[in-house]
């Protein structure tokens, strides 16, 4: 019998694919002496069969993952940094360019887009509803409102600013599952040729790279420009652009407008037929991203087993979000992983999700490397492997898992 729930976009039913089974927060670093009070969930995913959107079966309630305590800082890849700077640039030469035009930010995080934008005088507004990052962004000069956007939100800053010439969020949108109140916000706070820009995992890599660590409570919806063409059209508005962006792994900037006010362009159209071509929306090609997945968790464990049994050292490099599905869906323990190396002062000195391996500062990474390196932030592996030189000339390895498991 098949699991199914209801659509968080339309009035189709959702029908499940995979099942990574009981899971905790992904970005709740536990305090030593604390574990027994974790939150767990049932993580899973299905595709509706009607608008086929792709998205969790159950929800974790929004303020136990956004709050004050939110450790994620957006500012700490120098990568992102400047692929942030490069969008800013873009924007304020093309969208942003009227008399006093005004652009406001979902899920600004530490301010590290918004920057760019009080720097060069223009009208901003990030909205951010964890407080350590938006304190992050406002010491930045940055204008920011501790609020989670929706419907009544929008509407309250249509009223004190005026309309949006771009509304803008990264790796945000995708941890929203009310969508219906976002997207009234939206068609209320645009001006009429305003965009809504927006970057998130795109569903074609996450099945094409088999990344199934993608999936976990932040990560609600998993879109495609057919998707999140449908999304848009019930609610007034028009796919109208799409971009495919190397960062996270792989993901599609989508560009939205009010229903009728722009031309799309030709990119839309290529991409969705190239889903098609691909069957991204077709249950059997999930079911086959679900085999592979498992394959990929028996090779991990496998290796992990094999030098654990050699006598062989293995660290966790970088603490990710994703990193709590993989080590609760494969049951690394902290006897398979000695520690988690990560840049991030909030989750130092905590234990990983679920699994409590420790996490570290990279310093205790370099004063003793360890034989092999295991590369949760795998998005970042360009950036990471050239400040690690010295690791690999020292005659340490690193593990990868995605697409499939293997030694570099
Ligand atoms: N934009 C940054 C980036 O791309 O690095 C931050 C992404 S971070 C993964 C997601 C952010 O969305 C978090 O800072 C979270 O607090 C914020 N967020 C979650 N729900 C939100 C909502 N309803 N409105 C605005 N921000 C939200
Ligand atoms: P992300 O994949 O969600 O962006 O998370 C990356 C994590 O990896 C974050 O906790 C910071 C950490 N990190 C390092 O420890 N060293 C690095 O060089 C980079 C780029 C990230
Ligand atoms: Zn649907």
Redesign the pocket.
């Known amino acids: 019998m098949s699991v199914t729930s209801q659509c968080r976009i339309c009035d189709g039913t959702v029908k499940e694919f995979i099942d990574f089974g009981r899971q905790p927060l992904s970005d709740a670093f536990v305090v030593p002496g604390d574990e027994k009070g974790e939150f767990f969930f049932r993580l899973a995913t299905g595709i509706c069969d009607s608008c086929t959107m792709v998205q969790l079966m159950e929800e974790v309630p ?1 303020d136990l ?2 709050h004050d305590a ?1 450790p ?1 800082l ?1 500012s700490g890849s120098a990568f ?1 940094r400047t692929h ?1 700077n490069e969008l800013a640039k873009r924007l304020l030469t093309t969208e942003l360019t009227g008399e006093d035009p005004f652009i406001v ?5 530490d301010g ?2 918004l920057k760019a934008m009080a720097e060069a005088g223009v009208r901003q507004l990030g ?4 407080g350590s ?1 938006a304190d992050l962004a406002a010491a930045k000069g940055i204008r920011v409102r501790k ?4 419907e009544a ?1 929008a509407a309250d800053i249509r009223e004190t600013d005026g309309p949006a010439d771009v509304i803008y ?4 949108l995708c ?2 599952p ?1 969508m219906d109140s ?1 997207l009234k916000g939206v068609t209320t706070l645009l001006g009429p040729n305003g965009v809504f820009v927006f ?1 998130d995992p795109y569903l074609g890599d996450i099945v094409e790279r088999t990344s199934f660590d993608q999936i976990y409570d ?1 990560h609600f919806f998993f879109f495609t420009a057919r998707s999140v063409q449908e999304m848009a059209k019930r609610n007034g508005l028009e796919l109208v652009d799409v971009e495919r962006i190397p960062v996270h792994g792989g993901e599609v900037r989508y560009t939205l407008a009010l229903a009728g006010a722009r031309q799309p362009t030709e990119a839309v159209a290529e991409l969705l037929a190239w889903e098609a071509e691909r069957k991204l929306a077709e249950y059997a090609t999930l079911e086959r991203f679900a085999t592979n997945v498992k394959k990929i968790k028996d090779d991990l464990i496998a290796l992990l087993t094999k030098l654990r049994a050699e006598g062989k050292r293995v660290v966790g490099y970088g603490a990710t ?1 994703k990193s709590a599905t993989v080590t609760n869906f494969c049951g690394i323990t902290p006897d398979l992983v000695e520690f988690i190396s990560d840049t991030t002062p909030a989750k130092q000195n905590r234990l990983s999700p679920g699994q409590h391996i420790p996490v570290r500062e990279p310093k205790e990474f370099a004063a003793d490397y360890p034989d092999y390196a295991l590369l949760f932030a795998w998005n970042h592996a360009d950036e990471i492997m050239n400040a690690e030189q010295a690791f690999r000339d020292a005659g340490g390895q690193w593990i990868l898992y995605v697409p499939n498991v293997h030694v570099s």
Do not use: K
Request: charged share 20%.
């Open positions: 929004r993952m956004f939110y994620y957006s992102m942030f930010e979902l899920g600004c995080n590290i887009m909205v951010e509803p964890s990052v609020d989670f956007f929706e939100t969020a990264a790796n945000t941890h929203i009310y976002i970057e932040e979000a």
